[in-house]
Nanobody, 121 residues
Framework: VQLVESGGGSVQVGGSLRLSCAAS???????MGWFRQAPGKEREGVAT????????DYADSVKGRFTISQDGAENTVYLQMNSLKPEDTAIYYC?????????????????WGQGTQVTVS
């Protein structure tokens, strides 16, 4: 499975961005996650969606500001990011795997995109 992220960019504090992750194969009943990595920091889980059920989960740092969603017909997962803060600045990665139990662990995911830069200032 190939994953291609898009939608990153530079935005002012309080602004919004929507990231997209397009998969090369159907994503039905998979665990799809968004991760981010800031310079000098570990890659951290931001949000996840189980595409078969629509169940979602979020890191505490983004709850209420970020929303993960899916478009099954287009094999695409989105991350709507609102009320952005400087600490949200990072490279954002899309990841997928057949089943994840610890969704925020990078080691759960088999496939990764190349990442897209988000800069908030």
């Amino acid at each position: 499975v190939q994953l291609v992220e898009s939608g990153g960019g530079s935005v002012q504090v309080g602004g919004s961005l929507r990231l997209s992750c397009a998969a090369s194969a159907p994503t039905y009943s998979m665990c799809m996650g968004w991760f981010r990595q800031a310079p000098g920091k570990e890659r951290e889980g931001v949000a996840t969606i189980t595409t078969g059920t629509g169940n979602t989960d979020y890191a505490d740092s983004v709850k209420g500001r970020f929303t993960i969603s899916q478009d099954g017909a287009e094999n695409t997962v989105y991350l709507q990011m609102n009320s952005l803060k400087p600490e949200d600045t990072a490279i954002y990665y899309c990841a997928s795997t057949a089943l994840c139990t610890i969704w925020y662990s990078r080691y759960e995911y088999a496939y990764w995109g190349q990442g897209t830069q988000v800069t908030v200032s």
